[in-house]
Nanobody, 126 residues
Framework: QVQLVESGGGLVQAGDSLILSCVVS????????MAWFRQAPGKERDCISA????????YYDDSVLGRFTISKDNDKNTMYLQMNSLKPEDTAIYYC???????????????????WGQGTQVTVSS
């Protein structure tokens, strides 16, 4: 079966950086559209960044644009989220997601993704 394993979360101070990793096994990694979602307590799970199967189309939510960078390494079956200039409002559980998306998916929608990681907590203090 397809499995996604996240790592890299932790407790940091505002302005610090973290790199999240999502290792995919059991599937055709290079064919997946992938995304990073985050969910703060009491809030909906929101897509903050997405990347299509080829890496040629990338999306960032305005809240992270210019600070976060999404990437994927097909040789390592791994997706990354480099997070710089972290803010307290970035505090959330971060989830990676993957799926065989159609040509024109609603890539912001959780239902488009079939496979999910377990989530990793990112906490940013002031």
């Amino acid at each position: 079966q397809v499995q996604l394993v996240e790592s890299g979360g932790g407790l940091v101070q505002a302005g610090d950086s973290l790199i999240l990793s999502c290792v995919v096994s059991g599937g055709s990694f290079s064919q997946y559209g992938m995304a990073w979602f985050r969910q703060a307590p009491g809030k909906e799970r929101d897509c903050i960044s997405a990347i299509n199967w080829s890496g040629g189309s990338i999306y960032y939510d305005d809240s992270v644009l210019g600070r976060f960078t999404i990437s994927k390494d097909n040789d390592k079956n791994t997706m990354y989220l480099q997070m710089n200039s972290l803010k307290p409002e970035d505090t959330a559980i971060y989830y990676c997601a993957a799926g065989l998306l159609d040509t024109y998916p609603n890539y912001l929608a959780a239902y488009e993704y079939n496979y999910w990681g377990q989530g990793t907590q990112v906490t940013v203090s002031s």
